[in-house]
């Protein structure tokens, strides 16, 4: 009975640990102890304000669906690490418009602000819309949204290098 106990109570410990990762919260890479992200904090990605099409919940094809950071780097392996807080997300800023591949840099109102994976980008309309992968814009769910940079309150957007080309407006 006792051994039983202890799993119970590892499977408690277990859970707990993935619980406490945020959108922005602490990188499982980070080997810092951090906050986790307050309920104030999650509001403020739930309550963005900025016009868009929410788009529909998909299904978690690289799992992890309570971490952006975590999320966008499935999705775009060679994103910097240590991204917990919202400036040290916005110190990887290069570039000033999206191609696929890049990473969405979307300040939220909290210390730690926000990540998506850029899908898409159409540029057969003015201005260009950007289709978003996420983890946690919407607490705990993988979804997707596509609007204009400004609709989907982004900043700026990180990209890897060799994504400008000769054809594009080119980096900031």
């Known amino acids: 009975m006792f051994r039983s106990q202890m799993k119970i109570v590892a499977l408690s410990l277990l859970s707990l640990s993935l619980a406490v990762t945020g959108c922005g919260g602490v990188e499982q890479e980070d080997m810092a102890s951090e ?6 904090d999650q509001a403020a990605h739930a309550d963005h304000g900025h016009e868009q099409d929410i788009g529909t919940t998909e299904s ?8 952006c950071v975590l999320h966008a780097r499935c999705r775009q392996p ?10 040290e997300k916005a110190a990887i800023a290069n570039s000033n418009h999206a191609h696929a591949g890049c990473v969405a840099l979307i300040p939220t109102g909290s210390a730690y602000g926000h990540v998506a994976y850029v899908e898409s980008v159409d540029r057969t309309v003015s201005p260009w819309r950007v ?4 983890a946690n814009w919407q607490p705990n769910t993988c979804s997707g949204r596509t609007g204009t940079k400004d609709g989907l309150g982004i900043w700026n957007y990180w990209c890897p290098a060799g994504s400008h080309t000769s054809n594009c407006a080119g980096p900031m």
């Open 35 to 40: 906050q986790q992200l307050s309920n104030e």
């Open 60 to 67: 978690a094809v690289c799992g992890n669906c309570d971490n």
């Open 78 to 87: 060679n994103l910097p690490y240590g991204l917990t807080y919202w400036s």
């Open 131 to 134: 289709s978003l992968r996420e």
